[in-house]
């Protein structure tokens, strides 16, 4: 036990509960504990007078011999509520001691009426066997007795209803004793209820003062990261800047270089061409030459050309007399060659299509997509799908039959199909 009380001293939580002059906190307690181990019932007896506690005072101050813990909190709503507690803990105290000390003045005051009816009693029986013996003064002392039993008779009923008045007032005291121990016991519950929270608050607070530290470093090493890119940053803008202008420098040292180039290239140019026109003409003066050089040969040509003339001239005036029979034909052939031309007036004018132009097949109105391609006609420029222009038509600009429309295709067949009648028709003449 003493190795317990001496480890039990320096703990700083008795600092926080015990007042310095408190019996715990000092070595008495060390060598007293011991000694209260082998107790059993410690009683504690004090003489007082009837003078003296009928002179107590109706309340009793208790703050010199409780100390309530001072738990330091922040919030000032629990403050409050330890504060109440603290003054309600108090209020029941003094309401039970104060029930305790009217407790013992009552019991005190029935003991002296008891030992007060005892002694009337006494003197009645006592001047009972008087009377007897002293029968001489028997008229004087009857009336004395007589008087004196029946104001004992009254102050004895008097008594006695007090006394049962005081034992209903004990009885009562007795339970509402009770009542304040029990109410106290639940108000001490409550206080360590309070405490623990007001300990779990303080951790709470604690490691939400640490969490916030921390919180505040991070956020203060990230403004610090910040504030390094920040410097970064303008170091590089500054870098970027100097670059810019040496680079606006060299374009334009390069655009006059480019300039001087251009110009050197245009002379250049001037002069091919000018070399160029010079080759011309003197491929024109030799061409020139030789034909001066043929001129014999040419007027030898011109003369047998005059022969073949007069000869063709002939064979002409034989061919009009033909061409008049042919007159009628050729009429019909005339029309044909203007609804030809009609026919082909709008391809004639017709333009290649941009794919990105077109949506919708021109013949058949399909809507193209991946799987549906376009294809252009090759007579009209028009973009139309697979099925549309899947008729192949020899065109004069392509050796191969080449990818056309159907209505192109059925103008192209039409065409070519009178050209093979008249060429008929020209033959059988």
Not at 246 to 264: C, F, N, R, W
Not at 331 to 359: H, I, M, Q, T
Request: aromatic letters at 4%; hydrophobic letters at 35%; proline letters at 2%.
């Amino acid at each position: 036990m003493r190795d317990i009380g001496a480890l039990r001293i320096p703990v700083d939580v008795f600092r926080d509960f015990y007042e310095p002059w408190a019996l715990i906190r000092h070595d008495e307690c060390i060598g007293l504990s011991g000694a209260l181990m082998a107790l059993s019932v410690l009683d504690c007896n004090l003489a007082l007078d009837q003078e003296q506690l009928e002179n107590q005072p109706v309340t009793v101050e208790l703050s010199a011999y409780v100390c309530l813990p001072n738990i330091p909190i922040d919030a000032n709503s629990e403050k409050e509520s330890d504060t109440a507690n603290a003054k309600s803990l108090e209020r029941a105290l003094d309401q039970k001691n104060y029930l305790e000390q009217r407790n013992h003045y009552l019991e005190f005051k029935l003991a002296e009426l008891k030992s007060k009816m005892n002694e009337v009693s006494l003197s009645a029986l006592s001047s009972i066997g008087l009377a007897d013996a002293a029968t001489e003064d028997a008229s004087k002392v009857t009336a004395e007795c007589i008087a004196t039993t029946e104001a004992l008779e009254k102050e004895k009923a008097q008594l006695a209803q007090l006394a049962s008045e005081k034992e209903d007032s004990i009885r009562i005291l007795r339970q509402q004793l009770a009542d304040t121990k029990k109410v106290n016991v639940d108000l001490y519950e409550k206080i360590r209820i309070v405490e623990g929270k007001c300990r779990q608050l303080e951790k709470d607070m604690v490691s939400s003062n640490k969490r916030y530290n921390h919180e505040r470093e991070q956020q203060q090493q990230i403004i610090d990261a910040l504030k390094k890119r920040e410097s970064e940053r303008e170091m590089d803008l500054e870098r970027e800047a100097s670059t810019s202008e040496m680079l606006k420098k060299e374009l334009a040292d390069k655009t006059d270089e480019y300039m001087q180039t251009l110009s050197v290239l245009e002379k250049k140019q001037e002069l091919a061409t000018a070399n160029d026109r010079l080759g011309k003409l003197q491929r024109q003066t030799s061409e020139l030459n030789e034909k001066l050089k043929q001129l014999p040969v040419i007027k030898q040509e011109l003369e047998e050309l005059a022969a073949s003339y007069k000869y063709k001239s002939e064979k002409l005036e034989e061919c009009e007399k033909a061409l008049e029979e042919l007159g009628g034909h050729l009429s019909v052939s005339k029309l044909k060659v203007v609804e030809l031309k009609e026919e082909l007036l709008p391809l004639s004018e017709a333009e290649w299509e941009k794919d990105g132009n077109v949506v919708n097949c021109k013949g058949c109105n399909l809507q193209f997509s991946m799987s549906k391609r376009k294809h252009h006609c090759r007579n009209c420029g028009s973009i139309f799908c697979n099925s549309c222009t899947d008729a192949r038509v020899k065109l004069p600009s392509n050796a191969k039959p080449v990818r056309v429309c159907l209505h192109c295709y059925n103008l192209l067949r039409s065409r070519h199909n009178s050209s093979l009648e008249e060429n008929a028709s020209l033959n059988s003449i």
